[in-house]
């Protein structure tokens, strides 16, 4: 974590965690974009948050499919993302549940090099921990965060992403480090089409992160083609955070 492109990766999350709004009132967690209007505001307690000063921000809007409202998602070389804090109890409802269709892979993208490291649909989750038991770089990272914006670096990152690096159910370590995991869940068969996914997300995370999940700091979605420069869209509908026994997975 302390070399350059490592800092850009603490960089994006301090932007991210710095700039989330206040916890909704309603706090209920999840995304019901199916109960509102196609071309409306975002729904309440959610933001578009860069993942880097200077980049483009990827245009986030609710439009019609069929008979209902989704998630649009239309990057052109940019990164940014719909973020919500983290108003889950993964003690209680630890299965994410969700739908997403991507127009396709990125061309050019490669989740294992940090260079071309994009993805057409991604859910991410910011978590909580113990830093101290952290490597020292880790943890001088950490501080460094602290020390220039006044925010820490989340203890850990767990992503799904639609990746065609891997195959469905792989995991790759973010390139630069090992603090950030993706689960690849859609690849190139799956095109066009919309999916149903669930998983359990906190038995995922002690299945790569190797230890019970923290608090949940703060979950969203994430659309980028900044490292390709490419143009991609695609759609999200609704999230829902659900009890253990509802896990197929």
């Known amino acids: 974590m302390t070399t350059p ?10 932007l991210l965690l710095a700039s989330l709004p206040a916890p909704a009132q309603s706090g209920k967690p999840g995304l019901a974009v199916s109960q509102h209007q196609p071309g409306g505001a975002l729904p309440t307690g959610w933001k578009n948050l860069p993942v880097a000063e200077g980049k483009a921000r990827t245009e986030y809007q609710l439009v019609t499919d069929g008979s209902t409202t989704v998630l649009q998602a ?3 070389g940019s990164a940014s993302a719909l973020m919500h804090e983290g108003n889950v109890d993964l003690s209680r409802t630890p299965v994410v549940a969700w739908r997403w269709k991507a127009d396709g892979a990125v061309p050019g993208a490669d989740n294992r090099d940090g260079a ?3 993805a057409p ?3 991410v989750f910011f ?5 101290s038991k952290l490597s020292l770089s880790d943890r001088a990272a950490i501080q460094l965060a602290r020390t220039v914006a006044g925010e820490e670096l989340p203890y850990a990152t767990l992503m799904y992403v639609w990746s ?3 195959e469905a159910g792989s ?3 973010n390139p630069h480090t090992g603090r950030v995991q993706m689960i690849v869940v859609s690849g190139a068969g799956d095109a066009g089409k919309w999916q149903n996914l669930r998983r359990n997300l906190a038995r995922d995370y002690e299945r790569v992160f190797h230890e019970p999940p923290g608090p949940l700091k703060a979950y969203g979605i994430m659309t980028d083609t900044d490292n390709t420069q490419a143009a991609i869209r695609a759609w999200y509908g609704d999230i829902r955070f659900l009890p253990g026994n509802a896990a197929k997975d």
Not at 5 to 14: G, K, P, R
Not at 127 to 131: E, H, I, L, N, V
Request: charged share 25%; glycine share 4%.
């Open 121 to 123: 649909a991604r859910l």
């Open 116 to 118: 071309r490291e994009d």
């Open 127 to 131: 978590f909580d921990g113990d830093k």
């Open 171 to 173: 995991v790759i370590p």
């Open 74 to 76: 239309q990057a052109n």
């Open 5 to 14: 492109v490592a800092s850009h990766l603490a960089v994006c999350a301090i």
């Open 164 to 166: 065609t690096s891997a």
